[in-house]
């Protein structure tokens, strides 16, 4: 069973820097993509902030472009999330998610062409989230 799980989530003030770790187990898919995501207190929906796929393809959504990075680390099946220069519109509930069909990597969709809060329904397993607060 395929199991995600964040970590990292802090209270910083804007300007500043987290980095948040998605820890995944079970995962026997060879390939795939993960992705992470976030939910405001205002949002109605996960709205998508990058996504890696398992040959390293990586997409970023403009809210986060040049400010965020995705890297993963196949050995220990961690994927992280480098958020720099934070704003605090960045503040949310930051999830991590895999893509266990690599629709990406198959054609199927193209996460650079798409709205990012329609990045969801593709993914298929979820971490619980991890809280970033960014304080003016």
């Known amino acids: 069973q395929v199991q995600l799980q964040e970590s990292g989530g802090a209270s910083v003030q804007a300007g500043g820097s987290v980095r948040l770790s998605c820890s995944i187990s079970g995962n026997t898919y060879i390939t795939y993509a993960v992705g992470w995501f976030r939910k405001s207190d205002d949002a109605e929906v996960r709205e998508g902030v990058a996504?890696?796929?398992?040959?390293?393809?990586?997409t970023y959504a403009d809210a986060i472009k040049g400010r965020f990075t995705i890297s993963l680390d196949t050995a220990k099946n961690i994927v992280h999330l480098q958020m720099d220069s934070l704003k605090p519109e960045d503040t949310a509930m930051y999830y991590c998610a895999l893509d266990f069909k690599a629709h990406s990597l198959h054609g199927d969709f193209s996460y650079g062409d798409a709205d990012p809060e329609e990045w969801a329904p593709l993914f298929g397993y979820w971490g619980q989230g991890t809280q970033v607060t960014v304080s003016s």
């Open positions: 996504v890696i796929d398992s040959y390293g393809g990586t």
